[in-house]
T-cell receptor
Framework: AQTVTQSQPEMSVQEAETVTLSCTYD???????LFWYKQPPSRQMILVIR??????QNATENRFSVNFQKAAKSFSLKISDSQLGDAAMYFC???????????FGEGTQLTVNP | KAGVTQTPRYLIKTRGQQVTLSCSPI?????VSWYQQTPGQGLQFLFE???????NKGNFPGRFSGRQFSNSRSEMNVSTLELGDSALYLC??????????????FGPGTRLTVL
């Protein structure tokens, strides 16, 4: 069974600085997608970034980028120039290309200090 | 394009009652998935519907059921509510093209409280 692990229950960062959230996963599949979602206090789950496993290039979305290490099954999220609005629970998630269920990690609560 | 909508946003029920939650996907999306989020269990997959057919089901008792209509709107039903069913229920939609569920976009959720 696929599992996703986020080893950092809580992280904090100063406004304008950079923070990296960690995620590891376990799968026997070769083709899959990985995602980072954020869930602010409103509880709306918002897509942050997506990575296709077959792509070697790391995905980037503005201030958000990932470090995808397929062999190590690692998928970390880097947030640059952190803003107060980045404060949220961040979930790493996995789905196979043939599946239909997202498997989520436990989440990392990110606090941004002014 | 409008996002995923869920109704109602909040619901309070008592044990033994049943409840129906509704989800309208993004226009053009044919796949709808449901997840339960609780502090203890995290986010757990309930089921997925595609073209009015249940394509996948999570490990939940038969009290949890769902359906999808021809316009892709979906409902989930929980019968004989238990205290442990108190949770945030999230609906997500994706294009579901070629039978593959790729990026799922979530609605705001329905907060169910069982007293």
């Amino acid at each position: 069974a696929q599992t996703v692990t986020q080893s950092q229950p809580e992280m904090s960062v100063q406004e304008a600085e950079t923070v990296t959230l960690s995620c590891t996963y376990d799968t026997s599949e070769s083709d899959y997608y990985l995602f980072w979602y954020k869930q602010p206090p409103s509880r709306q789950m918002i897509l942050v970034i997506r990575q296709e496993a077959y792509k070697q290039q790391n995905a980037t979305e503005n201030r958000f980028s990932v470090n995808f290490q397929k062999a190590a099954k690692s998928f970390s999220l880097k947030i640059s120039d952190s803003q107060l609005g980045d404060a949220a629970m961040y979930f790493c998630a996995y789905i196979t290309t043939s599946g239909s269920r997202l498997t989520f990690g436990e989440g990392t609560q990110l606090t941004v200090n002014p | 394009k409008a996002g995923v909508t869920q109704t109602p946003r909040y619901l309070i029920k008592t044990r033994g009652q049943q409840v129906t939650l509704s989800c309208s996907p993004i226009s053009g999306h044919r796949s709808v998935s449901w997840y339960q989020q609780t502090p203890g269990q995290g986010l757990q997959f309930l089921f997925e519907y595609f073209s009015e057919t249940q394509r996948n089901k999570g490990n939940f008792p038969g009290r949890f059921s769902g359906r999808q209509f021809s316009n892709s709107r979906s409902e989930m039903n929980v019968s004989t509510l238990e205290l442990g069913d108190s949770a945030l229920y999230l609906c997500a939609s994706s294009t579901g093209l070629a039978g593959v569920t790729d990026t799922q976009y979530f609605g705001p959720g329905t907060r169910l409280t069982v007293l």
